[in-house]
């Protein structure tokens, strides 16, 4: 929930100023950092549910979990990609936007028409003892295009990002390494929020998702 608080402030703030300075990928950056925070969106339902009734979301829809936490992927990602794109490979746009596109198509289809075979969905017993968490279920095809599209965010966006500060000096290249760093931390964050089960751990996790919010602001503010 605090993720979601964070994130809305944030890419509400972002867009603000976007539209204030007319600054085109600021106003993508503050879209997307929104639509990341809502990822986050089925286990703020299901907490949600637990203060309010005491037990979990209920097995007959159980879907909408699944679908509320995941199915901003490939929008997000897509910005994320039009803000490399534009930044580090302008000539090359249109062909990252297109695989890009159909490589997050590809994952949300496999979303929406097979959630229960996308995701593991083991319920707390007993009920509301814990927030729902659910995992990739590897091997399935849906996890295979979400490993694509993390990586070539990694890729693209962050060695991209780093390999562009290296060309640059003074403002530029520090905006650069912003960038390298919000565009590491968020993959990384998505992966181990993926892998770590709710704990100790969890939480600090989620922190670098907000954090890496931040960085983004830093290196696209004009």
Same mark, same amino acid.
């Given at each position: 929930m605090g993720i979601i608080v964070?994130? *809305? =402030?944030? +890419? +509400?703030? *972002? !867009?603000?100023?976007? =539209?204030? !300075?007319e600054a085109k990928l600021l106003k993508y950056a503050g879209a997307m950092i929104i639509l990341i925070g809502l990822l986050w969106s089925g286990p703020t339902m299901d907490f949600t549910k637990i203060l309010l009734t005491g037990t979990n979301i209920p097995e007959n829809i159980k879907a909408l979990y699944i679908y509320s936490s995941y199915i901003f992927v490939g929008p997000a990602i897509f910005l994320a990609l039009n803000i490399g794109a534009e930044l580090i490979a302008p000539s090359k746009k249109k062909l990252i936007l297109i695989f890009i596109a159909i490589t997050a198509v590809i994952f949300e289809a496999g979303l929406l028409f097979f959630p229960y075979l996308s995701y593991s969905f #083991? %319920? #707390?017993? #007993?009920? +509301? %003892?814990? &927030? *729902?968490d659910t995992s990739l279920n590897f091997g399935f095809f849906t996890f295979y295009a979400l490993a694509i599209i993390l990586l070539t965010v990694v890729i693209f966006n962050g060695i /991209?990002? &780093?390999l562009k500060a290296r060309e640059s000096t003074g403002i530029l290249k520090r905006k650069f390494f912003y960038l390298a760093i919000a565009f590491f931390l968020f993959p990384l964050a998505a992966v181990f929020d993926t892998l770590i089960?709710? /704990? =100790? =751990? !969890? #939480?600090? &996790?989620? *922190? !670098?998702? &907000?954090v890496s919010a931040i960085f983004l602001y830093l290196g696209l503010k004009p």
């Open positions: 964070s994130s *809305i =402030f944030i +890419g +509400g703030y *972002i !867009l603000y100023r976007a =539209f204030k !300075l #083991p %319920e #707390p017993h #007993p009920t +509301g %003892e814990n &927030i *729902i /991209g990002a &780093i089960p709710p /704990g =100790f =751990f !969890l #939480p600090f &996790i989620r *922190i !670098l998702v &907000i």
